[in-house]
């Protein structure tokens, strides 16, 4: 398993928000395990915490803005896709106004900078969610989609489509976030000429211009309102029967607009609050539909609060069962681990095949068998063990012993024919021979089983 990440240091980039045309500075700085991403505005009284989360985004116009009582920071997406990209987990970020700045429209300026100061991995596992089964948010008004499928890593397709003879059909994708920088990162946002007055007349863009933002000018109006908005832009006068992209810089793709509404949705599902592993399959995203989706992810993450191991039975054991007849005592009747999938520094994932024909079926009970509740914290227990007990040069000189068992609950009766999973985890080291964990029990993506164990490591005698 991945361990968590935060930056080596603390830098600061300045410049000029996209809707308020203020000078503004943010600051990004390292955080502790299991922080997550906060963000501080330092100019208000009290210096107010905002979590960055997708229940905190309280408006989606033209950018996404996150609110907590009177504190409101906007326009976060592009800084909170490079941090999501480069796989930092946990960063505090504070800035003296209402928005961050837009830079030049795009991340690039955050990964050039996350990269210089260098990225710190922590002790905490990265806690990242396995997406198992389908899960799809639609508006039925607009077509508008965004589906999440399973993959073996986190990757990204978007497909947008305007009424435009310059921007109609594009296509943009990610296999790798590794490939961020390369092909998503300098992709800048995109407004139509079309919609400036309108975005204007709502007092935002005033910090607009064409070196932050790529303007397409796709439906000619008269010479005498494009000078208008020219003017407005702060750039020279233009022949308004020429159609197309008004910039300063070329476009860095043909596919630039597609590229950046791929940038936007990494950094919208930011707000969900862990990594995913998964495939998004986007249709027309924009703001306020990656925030659903964000938001909805949010929710199955709660419902699926301890998540399952993925258990492929094609899969080497890392420990079969010779090897776990070397490090425990046990033996049939009660051994109960067939073998170990996963092992980590402090968390151990092993699996039993329950039969008809284990003997505690015979009395437990003979019309309807049910595995004891009993067995199933000892097989924990055993998991556990083998976790420390292959951390020992002679192991087969120790025994492992309960010392106490705490908040065990059991979810669902486990029935000859399941295959159970168990997944331990060991939060703090061994100290003098006393070790806690934390066991679970999975028959498919259903827990089963829990519970909380002390136990002691004691040598034998001669």
Not at 260 to 268: E, P, R, T, V
Not at 416 to 435: M, N, S, W, Y
Request: proline share 5%; aromatic share 8%.
């Amino acid at each position: 398993m991945n361990k968590q990440k935060t930056l080596n240091g603390s830098f600061s980039l300045y410049g000029k928000g996209l809707h308020t045309g203020l000078n503004l500075t943010i600051t990004f700085n390292p955080a502790p395990e299991n922080y997550g991403y906060k963000i501080q505005r330092i100019d208000l009284p009290g210096e107010p915490i905002i979590d960055a989360v997708a229940e905190n985004v309280t408006e989606t116009t033209r950018g996404t803005v996150l609110t907590k009582g009177e504190a409101r920071v906007s326009t976060v997406e592009h800084a909170l896709a490079a941090l999501f990209a480069l796989g930092i987990d946990n960063c505090l970020m504070q800035v003296n106004g209402p928005e961050f700045p837009i830079l030049d429209g795009s991340a690039i300026l955050y990964v050039e900078n996350i990269e210089r100061v260098g990225i710190k991995e922590q002790n905490a596992e990265k806690d990242v969610f396995v997406i198992k089964s389908k899960i799809e948010i639609k508006d039925e008004k607009t077509g508008h989609s965004i589906i999440i499928l399973p993959d073996e890593k986190f990757s990204l397709n978007v497909l947008i489509h305007y009424d435009s003879n310059v921007l109609f059909n594009q296509y943009a994708t990610l296999e790798d976030m590794k490939n961020f920088k390369k092909d998503i990162a300098s992709s800048r946002t995109f407004v139509f000429v079309r919609e400036l007055e309108a975005l204007l007349n709502l007092g935002l863009i005033k910090g607009g211009d064409l070196d932050n933002a790529i303007v397409i000018y796709e439906r000619e109006m008269s010479q005498e309102n494009f000078d208008r908005l020219t003017d407005i832009l702060g750039v020279p006068h233009m022949d308004a029967k020429r159609l197309g992209y008004l910039n300063h810089k070329p476009l860095v793709w043909n596919n630039e607009p597609a590229r950046h509404k791929l940038l936007d949705i990494i950094g919208d599902l930011a707000l969900v609050g862990k990594p995913l592993q998964g495939r998004i399959i986007a249709t027309c995203p924009g703001h306020t539909i990656n925030n659903k989706f964000a938001r909805a992810m949010r929710k199955v993450i709660r419902e699926h609060q301890i998540q399952a191991p993925v258990y492929d039975p094609n899969r080497e054991p890392v420990m079969d069962i010779k090897r776990i007849k070397e490090l425990l005592p046990h033996r049939s009747p009660m051994l109960l681990v067939d073998k170990v999938t996963e092992l980590g520094s402090d968390y151990i994932v092993g699996t039993k095949n329950v039969t008809m024909n284990e003997p505690f079926f015979a009395g437990h009970f003979p019309d309807e068998p049910v595995m004891p509740g009993v067995l199933l914290v000892e097989a924990m227990s055993q998991c556990g063990a083998l976790l420390v007990m292959n951390m020992l040069d002679e192991p087969e000189k120790y025994s492992t012993y309960f010392l106490k068992i705490d908040k065990i609950a059991f979810h669902k009766k486990v029935v000859p024919g399941d295959t159970l999973v168990f997944k331990v985890e060991q939060p703090a080291p061994l100290r003098h021979g006393i070790t806690m964990m934390k066991g679970y029990v999975f028959v498919g993506e259903t827990l089963v089983a829990e519970a909380q164990f002390t136990g002691q490591i004691i040598k034998n005698k001669e």
